[in-house]
């Protein structure tokens, strides 16, 4: 009967902890359990006095008292010896190699730590592969669970009931073991580890998907810009290339015009020449006969016989011409009159008098995109300070410069003209401030050389061609530009006024700033100075504060433009 017994193992496991009983004890209905397993069960039992048993459920009151069972712990020692008899009859684990740095090490090997093939989730210890035998072999093994030999085993167990996770709590989202069901997650939504992880799996897989379809449509834009960047380059390639034969040629019209101008000063040089080096000669030769014929008529001077005297004389040649020198410039100077005419034509033909040298980065400039949200606007936010020297009579300034009221003073009536003021910083690139506004105001960028009398602005922000101004007036809006008015279509004045401008592209944009930024107007110009901010008031008790935007820190969305954006 023993025989028989120890050869069915799995009657003498605990169907608590499934492992060999420990201590065991029977209970009235004739099932037994570990005494440390049934204890613990019945501590979290009904606190009503009623306990039942965890196999066959049923109940007993009072709670039984525990007793070994000598004759069962007597047999389990029997199959322990006869587990330790078989893991004796496999082959050493001596030809197993020793755990080196970083393996896991087997549990049971003594002296030299052999590596672990397998961690036991319910042993809660690893095996070599020679100590793994009987988990394969034994029946009363069949219900561990086996797994790659780890090292972290101690984070399988729960460390309040020392029991093996294997339950997802899903209202407190993490693994938990049987007895926290009971314990402090009772009423809580659970399910198993494996079906949690199927689920998980599923996700797992759907986000995958997702990221594969990022990643695609990633690396769809990186060809993209791959591509832009090889267009750039060849396009830049074929500028270059169109540039070089471009002045190639200009360079080699040039050489031929230099070398045919050169040839024409000389070709006329010799024409000149030839024509002095004849007539030179010619007068040398007058010279020479008029240096004879005074030596003849010397001779005849002497001469004292009247009638011989006069014989001679009456015989003497008349006197040769005189050679024609009024063709000759006796103060020659070589025209370059023709040769400015020849420069003149080159300049028509090619046009090289109205080149200019352009920076590759006004040609080739990426720019980044137009900001579209209130927290993008902010990065281009910059400080703006009320200039004091250019403020109008009527005008306060307070607030560190940074706020101007339009008040009565003495002598002072209603103004029938704007009052204005401009910024000390000039505006280049990109750049976004706000305004609190209240009463009858103008919102303005202005170059600063526009009409001044010492220091006050003498011409109306949006009445020329260097100014734009944005103004409410009896409770109108409307945008002015070289004393041309555009109304804009809005209910009410907007307590906040928000300007953007970007220099380089020639864009200045005003908006609403409430709950959203609302786009009032737009203009899409060339600036050819640097921008001031200004600001003009035509009523009393009006004022401007100009905002301190590193304080304001909530995120406003873009809304929808109440005005025809286009200039």
Same mark, same amino acid.
């Given at each position: 009967m023993a025989e028989a017994a120890l050869t069915a193992p799995d009657s003498f496991s605990c169907p608590i902890c499934l492992d060999l009983l420990k201590d065991p004890v029977a209970i009235p209905c004739g099932h037994s359990f570990c005494l440390g397993c049934i204890k613990d069960c019945w501590d979290q039992d009904d606190p009503k006095g009623v306990y039942s048993c965890p196999q066959c459920r049923q109940t007993f009151t009072p709670r039984p008292v525990l007793n070994k069972n000598s004759l069962i712990a007597e047999m389990v020692e029997k199959l322990k010896m006869t587990r330790l008899q078989a893991a004796d009859a496999v082959p050493s684990p001596a030809a197993a190699p020793p755990a080196g740095s970083g393996g896991v090490e087997c549990d049971v090997c003594t002296g030299v730590k052999h590596t672990a093939v397998k961690s036991c989730l319910v042993c809660l210890a690893s095996y070599c592969e020679a100590h793994v035998q009987p988990h394969y072999q034994s029946p009363a093994f069949k219900k561990h669970k086996l797994v790659e030999a780890s090292m972290n085993l101690q984070e399988k167990i729960c460390s309040l009931h020392n029991k093996l996770l294997e339950i997802f709590c899903r209202t407190d989202q993490q693994v938990i073991c049987y007895l926290c069901v009971m314990d402090e997650h009772c009423g809580h939504k659970t399910v198993s580890a494996a079906a949690e992880r199927a689920e998980k799996q599923n996700k797992l %897989?759907?986000?995958?998907? *997702?990221?594969?379809? *990022?990643?695609?449509?990633?690396?769809?834009?990186?060809? !993209? +810009?791959?591509?832009?960047?090889?267009?750039?380059?060849?396009?830049?390639? /074929?500028?270059?290339? @169109?540039?070089?034969?471009?002045? *190639?040629?200009?360079?080699?019209?040039?050489?031929?015009?230099?070398?045919?101008?050169?040839? +024409?000063?000389?070709?006329?040089?010799?024409? !000149? +020449?030839?024509?002095?080096?004849?007539? +030179?000669k010619n007068l040398e030769q007058e010279i020479a006969d008029l240096r004879r014929r005074d030596s003849e008529l010397e001779q005849l001077s002497h001469t004292e016989d009247p009638i011989q005297f006069l014989q001679d004389f009456q015989a003497l040649p008349a006197l040769p011409e005189e050679t024609d020198l009024s063709s000759i410039n006796m103060d020659p100077e070589f025209s370059v009159e023709f040769l400015k005419k020849m420069v003149l034509e080159m300049e028509q033909l090619n046009g090289f008098r109205e080149l200019e040298v352009v920076q590759m980065s006004d040609v080739y400039t990426v720019q980044p995109a137009d900001p579209k949200t209130r927290e993008e606007f902010l990065r281009y936010s910059c400080e703006l300070t009320l200039n004091h020297y250019m403020v109008a009579r009527g005008l306060r300034l307070s607030e560190q410069n940074k706020k101007v009221d339009l008040i009565l003073q003495q002598r002072l009536a209603i103004p029938q003209n704007w009052c204005q003021v401009l910024c000390s910083e000039p505006l280049s690139g990109?750049?976004?401030?706000?305004?609190?506004?209240? %009463?009858?105001?103008? *919102? /303005?960028?202005?170059?600063? @050389?526009?009409?001044?009398e010492g220091r006050v602005i003498t011409k109306e922000f949006g009445t020329n061609a260097q100014s734009w101004s944005l103004e409410w007036v009896k409770s109108s809006l409307c945008f002015r530009y070289d004393n041309s008015e555009t109304e804009l279509s809005v209910h009410s004045c907007p307590s906040r006024i928000g300007v953007y401008v970007d220099h380089s592209a020639g864009l200045l944009s005003f908006y609403s700033v409430s709950d959203t930024m609302t786009l009032l107007h737009r203009v899409n110009t060339t600036f050819t100075q640097p921008l001031y901010a200004g600001f003009g008031m035509k009523s009393v008790s009006s004022s401007v504060q100009i905002c301190d935007l590193e304080e304001f820190l909530p995120v406003y969305e873009f809304g929808d433009s109440s005005d025809d954006p286009d200039d």
């Open positions: %897989g759907q986000n995958r998907e *997702t990221c594969k379809q *990022t990643i695609e449509e990633k690396e769809e834009k990186v060809q !993209e +810009l791959k591509e832009v960047m090889e267009n750039l380059r060849r396009s830049a390639q /074929a500028a270059v290339e @169109d540039s070089e034969k471009i002045f *190639t040629d200009l360079i080699q019209s040039m050489e031929r015009r230099r070398s045919e101008v050169k040839e +024409l000063i000389r070709a006329q040089e010799k024409a !000149e +020449l030839s024509q002095v080096e004849e007539l +030179l990109r750049c976004y401030w706000e305004a609190e506004i209240s %009463g009858n105001v103008s *919102t /303005a960028v202005s170059y600063k @050389d526009i009409n001044m």
